[in-house]
Structure formats: structure tokens, C-alpha cells
């Protein structure tokens, strides 16, 4: 990687990962690998790119250079299968709009910077709201962007023009850590934001492969967060993806390593004795990890999200059951009556203010009829996405 001069705050020479082995990555089960437009268009990239594919010898490399890694065709006429092939498919392509602002209107969120080296991932949560978005729907392979150099020169630059400190959050519309056993991006990433003067980093992540991170320099500029469920709601709706206590060992791991470490418990899933269960896990959660910060959120899925869910759960699974007594926010989100939100909310925050009474809480998505409820009650601080 090149170096980033702090004088000028000059960060337009950092390089792709390029002495590393990449290791395919536990929970992707590789069938395709596609070579989209840009990802063969210079010799760094080309290097990198032979390099990855490397890791897996047995998969034919289809090269469709004229092609955006958006547009590569599933060979999937079905939107359930078409999903299903695409948690197969590895593209390799170039991202032009890559750092961005959100756009949340309607709800409690904040909006933020947010940008994407990755997009989508190859886990298989059964509720993932991600699938049904616009730029997933159609093109839901799992893509690796190889213009990380130009997307960190950008958020240098942004950072900088800015003046104080910009927080970037990686993990709005991927995984943010799943592929790095594959990419090494984290080599790169994790130093960059340890050396700007101004620019750090927020990721989320399910992956509990984190070796990698152990022995990097953060400075603590880079934030990791978890998302997580009771195991026992993780092994119905969180298919292929690494059990809950690989994540929390990961998280210790991070914490002991100096990382500032965060939590998602989102989403909630009112299944069983969750009244017992989720006070109970947030409890042994917030014991056994130093976390920085914890947030919560219910269920808040778009049309296409549900009707993905319900292809492989059944219709009448615990979050459609409950998201009959949907409250429609401003956002036009589908979410969980507001009286079982606010009752699953403050369970939770009792739980944890328990035994962790200084511990700062935050609701995601939530609507703000909710938000104002929960936070008359509880005091509640900010949420997983911003500083
Ligand atoms: S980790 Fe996130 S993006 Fe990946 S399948 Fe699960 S919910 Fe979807």
C-alpha cells in the first residue's frame, strides 16, 4: 500500500492488496465467477483480479468486459432463483458512485456517509431486507469493486473538503467484512483510515473471520460492529451464515485488539419466549463483550424483501405474523405493531442498562412515533451508523 501524506492529506496512492494469499471465504460456495467492465483495465487490477480467481481453480472465469457488474445476467428467470444464483455468483467489476449520502426520510435514522467496496454478500439470512432493493433485485450476485484506491481517494478528499471529522460506514448494502479472507482489503482500508487525519470508519458485519484485523494499525479510527441475534433465533432465520458465538468470540477478539466494538441486535423476531430469551441475550452479550455502543432494531422490509422471506419461510412465519399489525412509517417500510416494538425495546434496554447502566443505545429504522416513546422512558443515545 502506498503512503498517505499527512501533511497534504494527499491519499490518491493507495494500492489494491497485492502481497497476500486470498483464502475463499467460509459460507461462499463459489459456482461462477463473471469479470465485469473495468475490472480487467489496468495492470494492478488485472493482477489482483487473476490473483483472487486463483482461489479457486475449479470455477470457469466468464469474461463479459463490456458488461457493468450490475447487468450480468442470473440465468434466472424467477426472482427466488435468480437470488439463488446470484449468492453463487462472484463479479468483479468497477463502482462508480461509491461513497454516498443516504437518503432516510420518514424515520428515527440520521443520514450519513456511507460507501461500498463490496456489494450485497454471500450469506443467507432469510429476512434480508438488502435482496429487496432496487440494485439487488435484479443483480443479486455477490460483486468485489476493484476501484478501491479511487473510492478511499474519494473519501479522502470528501474528509478533507469537509473539515473535522467524516464518518464512513461500510455495511449499508453489503456485508462489510465477508469477503476479506478473499480480498485482503482490510490491509488497506483498516491503515488508511488509521493514517487520514480526518476520514474513519464504520463496519458491520455477520463474518467471524477476523485474524486479519488482529494486527493491523487502527488507532482506533476504525469501528466494528456485529449483528446478531439469540442463537437459537440465528439457526432458523440466519441460514449460512457464522453461528452467533464465532461472532461474539470475534468481537472479543477485535475488543482485546483495541478496535472500538459495537453491536446490532436487529432483527428482533418475536418468536417463542423472546420476552425470556432476547433480555437474556442482550444480558450475556453486554457482560461478556466491552461494547462501545448497542443498537436495536425491529423488523422494516420493503414489498419485495417480504415476498423473497416468504418464499423460503412460508407465509406464515413469526415476522409476516406479525407484521399484519404492521405500523407504516413515513418510509413506507413494513415493521411490527408499535406496541410490540416498544415492549421488545424496553425489555432489552432493561436487560442491558442492567448491567450496563452507562451503556449508550440506539433504535435503527425505527418509526418516530416509536423512537420518541422508547426514548422518553429510556434515554436514548445514537445508533450504529454514525459517529
Ligand atoms: S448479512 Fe445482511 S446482506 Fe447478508 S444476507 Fe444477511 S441480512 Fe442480507
Request: net charge positive; hydrophobic share 40%.
Amino acid at each position: 500500500m502506498g503512503q498517505l501524506d499527512l501533511r497534504t492529506g494527499d491519499e490518491g496512492i493507495c494500492a489494491l492488496p497485492d502481497a497476500f494469499t486470498p483464502q475463499p471465504p467460509p459460507h461462499f460456495a463459489v459456482r461462477r465467477i463473471v469479470l465485469a467492465r473495468g475490472s480487467l483495465d489496468t495492470p494492478e487490477r488485472e493482477a489482483f483480479v487473476r490473483r483472487v480467481c486463483a482461489a479457486y481453480p475449479d470455477v470457469t472465469v466468464d469474461e463479459q468486459l463490456d458488461t457493468p457488474h450490475n447487468r450480468i445476467d442470473m440465468g434466472e428467470m424467477s426472482p427466488a432463483a435468480r437470488h439463488v444464483a446470484g449468492k453463487h455468483t462472484l463479479v468483479f467489476g468497477v463502482l462508480e458512485r461509491a461513497v454516498r449520502v443516504s437518503e432516510e426520510a420518514g424515520n428515527c435514522c440520521p443520514n450519513y456517509w456511507h460507501f461500498s467496496v463490496y456489494g450485497f454478500c454471500p450469506y443467507g439470512c432469510t429476512y434480508c431486507y438488502l435482496a429487496g432493493t432496487q440494485g439487488v433485485w435484479f443483480s443479486p450476485s455477490v460483486k468485489i469493486y476493484v476501484n478501491l484506491p479511487q473510492i478511499l481517494a474519494e473519501m479522502g478528499r470528501i474528509a478533507r473538503q469537509r473539515g473535522g471529522t467524516t464518518y464512513f460506514y461500510h455495511g449499508k448494502l453489503q456485508d462489510g467484512l465477508a469477503l476479506d479472507p478473499l480480498t485482503a482489503y482490510s490491509t488497506v482500508m483498516v491503515p488508511f483510515f488509521a493514517k487520514h487525519p480526518s476520514a474513519r470508519q464504520i463496519l458491520l458485519t455477520k463474518s467471524a473471520t477476523v485474524e486479519r484485523l488482529l494486527t493491523l494499525e487502527h488507532r482506533e479510527r476504525t469501528s466494528l460492529s456485529w449483528s446478531l441475534n439469540p442463537p437459537a433465533v440465528a439457526e432458523c432465520y440466519e441460514r449460512n451464515v457464522p453461528c452467533v458465538a464465532s461472532r461474539i468470540e470475534a468481537m472479543k477478539l477485535c475488543a482485546a485488539a483495541g478496535y472500538p466494538v459495537r453491536a446490532v441486535i436487529m432483527p428482533l423476531i418475536p418468536v417463542g419466549d423472546w420476552d425470556v430469551s432476547y433480555p437474556a441475550f442482550v444480558a450475556d452479550l453486554v457482560t461478556r463483550v466491552p461494547l462501545e455502543r448497542l443498537t436495536i432494531g425491529g423488523v422494516c422490509s420493503a414489498k419485495q424483501a417480504v415476498r423473497l422471506m416468504e418464499h423460503k419461510l412460508g407465509p406464515t412465519n413469526a415476522i409476516s405474523e406479525n407484521m399484519k399489525c404492521q405500523s407504516k412509517g413515513g418510509d413506507f417500510r413494513t415493521r411490527y405493531s408499535a406496541e410490540l416494538c416498544i415492549a421488545m425495546y424496553d425489555s432489552m434496554i432493561a436487560s442491558a442498562r442492567e448491567v450496563r447502566p452507562d451503556l449508550e443505545i440506539g433504535l435503527c429504522l425505527e418509526s418516530r412515533g416509536v423512537c420518541e416513546a422508547v426514548h422518553k422512558r429510556w434515554r436514548l443515545g445514537r445508533c450504529n451508523c454514525i459517529p
